[in-house]
């Protein structure tokens, strides 16, 4: 999981990998000698599902926070060599001028860990 922080504006990039093959949405082979082998799983109804199942996570999650969604979409992803699909999200403090406040950082890295965990991505 990658969490970045837009210095100047009250915005944050998450990039959550899929480490893990995920039945339940047809995602088997996870991991890909290149980026171009991920474009399928990207393209795929099971990947497009977990976007749903991913956004309807968030919109209950976030009516109780002071934090919007911007984007979400899918990713590729990559370490050491390999490329793997993933969810890559970003999130809006409301009302806010400058940098993300602290309590609002805290709240997207608990939003990110809470997707990661119940959409069993790791």
Not at 14 to 40: F, G, K, S
Not at 41 to 66: C, K, P, T, W, Y
């Amino acid at each position: 999981m990658r969490i970045e922080l837009e210095p100047a504006a009250p915005v944050a990039e998450i990039e959550l990998p899929i480490e893990r093959p995920l039945p339940d949405y047809e995602l088997e082979e996870i991991a890909q000698p290149t980026p171009r082998d991920v474009d399928p799983l990207l393209a795929s109804q099971g990947f497009h599902d977990l976007l749903d199942e991913a956004s309807a996570i968030l919109e209950r999650a976030l009516g109780e926070v002071n934090l919007e969604l911007v984007q979400l979409t899918g990713a590729i992803c990559e370490e050491g060599g390999v490329y793997r699909p993933g969810l890559w999200l970003v999130l809006r403090e409301r009302d806010a001028a400058g940098p993300m406040s602290e309590a609002a950082r805290e709240r997207v890295r608990q939003l990110a860990e809470h997707l990661r965990i119940t959409l069993g991505l790791s």
